[in-house]
Structure formats: C-alpha cells, structure tokens
C-alpha cells in the first residue's frame, strides 16, 4: 500500500505560476512512477511525471508549461511546477504512484486531489 499526500497553491492568477507537492509514504520501495494528473469535469489528463530513474515526462495537452520534478533529498516526494497559467489549466491535481507489486503485477494509487483555480 503507499499514500500520498498532496499540498499545494489552490488560486493562482492567468499568467502566474503554480507549485504543488506530493509525499508518498508507505510501500515506497515499490514506486516505479509519480506523476500528476488533472481532472476537469470528468475529463482527466496526464500532467507531467517522474520515474523512479529520475526520467521525466508531460502530458501532451499542456503544451509544456508542467514540470515534474524529485526532492533533492527525498525521490519519493515530487513536485509539480507550472507557469504561464491558463484558466483552461483549473481543475482538481492528483497524485498517482504506479507500484510493481511481487507478482509482477501493477497497482495504481492517488492522492485525495487539490484543487487549483486559475482566476483573476
């Protein structure tokens, strides 16, 4: 099992920036990607993600103004980093940790979501 926590800016202004945290805990060992996802309306897309190798990617609808990225002193706490934002960019953030279980088997786990509003 792994929890993750998520912190972070809950409005942000068009054009400004925007960090959120998440710190898994748990079965951390078996964490091969932390990434973030958001959901708006029930439409949810990949953000940006890091693997468990430092390698990093993002989402191919938020046209590269996301960054994942590991604490320097903590790979299973990352961060998300975003400028230039958009109203189009609000929504509910999720967490997701992608496990490999003993069995060779994948599991899914997400955060409790935060929500970000991009207003004026």
């Known amino acids: 099992q792994v929890q993750l926590v998520e912190s972070g800016d809950g409005l942000v202004q068009p054009g400004g920036s925007l960090r959120l945290s998440c710190k898994a805990s748990?079965?951390?060992?078996?964490?091969?990607?932390l990434g973030w996802y958001r959901q708006s309306g029930n439409r949810r897309v990949m953000v940006a993600t890091v693997a468990a190798n430092g390698g990093t990617d993002t989402g191919p609808s938020v046209g590269g103004r996301f960054t994942a990225s590991q604490d320097n002193n903590d790979r299973h706490t990352v961060y998300l980093e975003g400028n230039n934002l958009i109203p189009e960019d609000t929504g509910v953030y999720y967490c997701k940790a992608v496990t490999i279980n003993r069995d060779g088997t994948m599991s899914d786990y997400w955060g409790q979501g935060t929500q970000v509003t991009v207003s004026s």
């Open positions: 748990g079965n951390v060992g078996s964490i091969m990607i």
